[in-house]
């Protein structure tokens, strides 16, 4: 399970390996995706691992949510989901075609935080919104 004083070795050193203001933006994201998760109704605990060498985030409770992922697209600080989810296109319904969002994969940090949370929660509910 995830918290803010476990963080895994392997993602430890994943966040060591990137440049200082890119692991600083992405640190912070996963604060902000852990305490998401903690305070959204029927997500619960997360699993932090890695995912292509990238710090990942899945619910540990099955069929809750879809995984996100943390890393670089263009070379800037981003976080990404499975582009086979609907969660990027359902974003562009809700907010418009913002800079920030990239193909079907995922947006890029630094824009605004009620995009970034929207992603978040979408992600990690995904599968309980699907079969609503």
Not at 63 to 74: A, M, V
Not at 100 to 126: C, H, M, P, T, W
């Amino acid at each position: 399970m995830a918290t803010k004083d476990a963080l895994p070795a392997e993602v430890a050193k994943a966040f060591a390996a990137m440049p200082d203001g890119i692991a600083d933006i992405l640190r912070k994201a996963r604060l902000d995706i852990l305490r998401i998760a903690s305070t959204a109704e029927g997500i619960g605990p997360l699993t932090e691992t890695l995912k292509r060498g990238e710090p990942a985030y899945l619910t540990n409770a099955p069929k809750t949510g879809t995984t996100l992922r943390l890393g670089l697209i263009g070379g800037r600080a981003a976080v990404m989901v499975p582009c086979s989810t609907t969660i990027l296109e359902d974003a562009r319904a809700v907010f418009g075609e913002l800079p920030e969002f990239s193909g079907k994969r995922g947006v890029i940090l630094g824009g605004e935080q009620q995009v970034f949370d929207y992603i978040v929660n979408a992600a990690l509910s995904y599968h309980m919104r699907k079969r609503r």
